[in-house]
């Protein structure tokens, strides 16, 4: 069957109906076996993640890029370092003096800055702590043919509604990833003791609502071809920032972009990333967003990334769940 096709057009939309597989199987002509097959195989291949869901910032808890200036020589030994922090779930080396970014997460702010507060105490290192203020643009999927983002309407703002306390649960089964097997959702549900009825509801109302950005396949750029990742960060006055982020977000090539605080010694305030298969490809991408947003005159960096160390989904609901097992136990 057409993997390729599976894998792209189901990140979005990805059928919440009892029988998800064999929707999809109907769609593209093949059996409901071997949809499940295909699936298995690619996330045997390392090739998606998992099918599930992409939280709106905000959603479940606390999240806060950040980034160390290590020293050549000690690069891998603090990077393991960071990988082992609880909550870490991207760490990449990229181009520039700070040379370690990571993404923590965790159920509160408090919560991370004790964690960064022990990291920085163990390297002896300085973290830039840069959490995100305005969503423009961020996990809307990607479209493996063409090689750039998903032509979606990119949402702008900052208030989301949370996964209330009683959904926990079920949340923490959207990060962990569906099951590959004929009824999915009523596994999860008899997990649960819920109906299966009363799990598509909530997942429905969650898209709806924008707690979740997106339900499906999480593809995985990097075994997929998709090596070639820059993050370009803009200094931009705070009263133009929002209209500049917004025109940013909707350029070809664009898959993330946001707005984060400012931090002392790191003047940006204005991210977004590009992905491709080729280095020079993904350089002319970002100089047409940066012109056909009028950024080529404000202050600007481009840092590509060399290594990835680690990457996975947030953990928002699946740690605290673990935390609570483990405190009735």
Known sequence: ????ALLNRWQHDFPLVPAPFAAIAAVLGNTESEVIAACRNAQAGGVISRIGGVWAAGAGGAAM???????ASRLEAVAAQVDAVPGVNHNYEREHRYNLWFVITGGDAATLHARLDALERDTALHALRLPMQRV????????????QAARRAAACGTGVQRVAPLDAPLAALVEGGLPLIERPYAAWAERLGLAEAAVLQTLRRWLAQGTLRRFGVVVRHHELGFDQNAMTVFDVP????DACGAALARQPGVTLCYRRARAEGWPFNLYCMVHGRERAAVRQLIDAATHAAGLQHRPH?????????????????????????HAGA
């Open 1 to 4: 069957m057409d993997t390729l």
């Open 65 to 71: 890029l950040c980034a160390l200036a290590v020293p």
């Open 136 to 147: 423009y643009r961020i996990d809307l999927g990607f479209d493996l043919e063409r090689g």
């Open 238 to 241: 705070d009263a133009q920032v």
């Open 301 to 325: 960096e481009v840092l590509f990334s060399l290594r990835r160390f680690k990457q996975q989904g947030a953990s928002y609901f699946r740690a605290s769940t673990k935390e609570a097992e």
